[in-house]
């Protein structure tokens, strides 16, 4: 595979990481970092995990989503140029390889709010 997207992948789970970590902390006046006490939410509605799966769920369907895209759409045109009456045939599947992210992106909601 391409070294490009390896070391996107790995920058994106980096930073995810980072982000789920630095979540809780906050920094006072005196500039010393404190982990912040919430005891308004229940245990599980604080867990990080659960953003960090929504992030991993959105990201690869979007990543997987322009992958199918950019080959179905580079095909699709390609036979567009030679005969121009299958351009009606080949867009839907456009369509359909855009519609991975949206789910990625709904179950990504899902896993936010429930």
């Known amino acids: 595979m391409n070294k490009k997207i390896f070391v996107l992948a790995a920058i994106m789970i980096l930073a995810s990481v980072f982000a789920v970590s ?3 902390a906050t920094v ?3 500039g010393e970092a404190t982990v912040a006490e919430n005891t308004e939410k229940p245990a599980e509605a604080q867990s990080p995990w ?3 799966a929504a992030a991993i769920a959105v990201g690869v369907a979007c990543i997987g989503g322009g992958l199918a895209v950019g080959k179905i759409g580079s095909a699709a045109m390609g036979a567009m140029s030679e005969n121009a009456s299958l351009s009606g045939k080949a867009l ?3 369509g359909l390889a855009e519609g991975i992210c949206l ?3 709904l179950v990504g909601l899902l896993i936010i709010i429930l």
Request: aromatic letters at 34%.
């Open 22 to 24: 630095a979540q809780d």
């Open 28 to 30: 006072p006046a005196n």
């Open 50 to 52: 659960k953003y960090f």
């Open 92 to 94: 839907p599947f456009v």
């Open 103 to 105: 789910w990625g992106f």
